[in-house]
């Protein structure tokens, strides 16, 4: 959500702001229903306070025995109670257009971020790792990872496309991963959560989802919708609240079940698990006073980044462009892993700074230290890691000629002392 106070201060530079997000310039169609809203506004008020000053008049009116005076009084009275509810019904409708209005634009780019069209046009900032060299054509992991234990026959037919059933070394895999990535996020000082996975439609409008990408998602037959990832819950734990400053940085971490429909990606990496419509992630999730929110962006992507060089596989760090960014986000770094199989990077997180944009759709404040105002928080999400890209990365980097899968020696303690997937017999 915008600031109204910023559109009417600068609309010009609200609407270059927009123009970086590939968006059509809104300020003067935002200025003219703030305008005619607040005109109703002034109209209600000004009603509401001759309302009262006539009905005083008419006890004065009545006491000095001025009868007609009264009953002209009364007339306006009568007249204003009358017209008052339409202009409260107006004012309603106009606040909640401008509410709507604004709830429909993207965040507005930080200074830094660069402009682009799309992905091509994001920019690396660093690498780490060297990818392996391989003596035999490495293959993507849905080529030899079933014989590991991931069966998407059986997936398929109890749930459809895109879904996956893991048996035995692979299941203890998924769960090794996680836990692994658990205990690296708490010790770098997250707050381990177990959030709800069912959410009103309020918590998903606070992150952005709704209203425009209500098909990308679950619904439920009572109203509810299965969460597209756990920032939803953690970021939402703050809605409607007024926090202390020194309750501030707040930061949680989640591994849970996430839940997409995929409706915008008919045809993408329909093989595998890079793109399911469940899936297990642990999500990273930080609230901060504005002047934090930089240097926690920074501290977030460091700890992400942790989790891949401990597995020892190859990354680089990616600065979204103006038109690849999320919706809610100001600044975004992707995480890209290095997937042999494809010979390529493919995104395995994404860290994004969202300002204060999504703590004014929550009314998340907090109270500076000696202040009698609020100001609205900065809120801040990220992947630490999503699971199964993980998984795929380990197994892809770590495959062997014979279809095994040595695996990394960090995840060896997770995994009971086993170093190595071997295919079945």
Known sequence: MHDIRLIRTDPAAFDVALARRGADPAASAILAIDEHRRAVQTRMQESQTRRNEASKAIGMAMGQGDTATAEALKAEVATLKETLPALEAEEKRLSQVQEDTLAA????????????????????????????????????????????????????????????????????????????????????????????????????????????FAEDLFRTTDDKWLIPTAEVSL????????????????????????????????????????????????????????DQSEQMHEDMCTAAEAVLQALDLPYRKVLLCTGDMGFSARKTYDLEVWLPGQDTFREISSISNCGDFQARRMNARFKPEGSKKTEFVHTLNGSGLAVGRTLVAVLENGQQADGSVILPSALVPYMGGIDRLEPAA
Do not use: Y
């Open 105 to 212: 634009l993207p965040n507005l780019p930080a200074e830094d971020v660069p402009m682009g069209a799309d992905e091509n046009d994001n920019v690396e900032v660093s690498r780490w790792g060297t990818p392996r060299e391989f003596d035999f054509t490495p293959r993507e992991h849905p080529d030899f990872a079933p014989a590991l234990g991931l069966d998407f026959e059986t997936a398929a037919a109890i749930s459809g496309a895109r879904f996956v059933f893991m048996r035995g070394q692979m299941a203890r895999l998924n769960r090794a991963l996680g836990a692994m990535m658990l205990d690296m996020q708490t010790a770098a000082g997250f707050v381990e959560c177990v959030p709800p996975l069912l959410v009103r439609d309020e918590a998903l409008f606070g992150t952005g989802q709704l209203p425009k």
């Open 235 to 290: 970021t939402n734990a703050v809605r409607e609240g007024i926090l202390s400053p020194n309750a501030l940085p707040i930061k949680m971490t989640a591994l849970t079940p996430c839940f997409r429909s995929e409706a915008g990606a008919a045809g993408k990496d329909t093989r595998g698990l890079i793109r399911q419509h469940q899936f297990d992630k642990v999500e990273l999730v930080a609230i901060t006073e504005p």
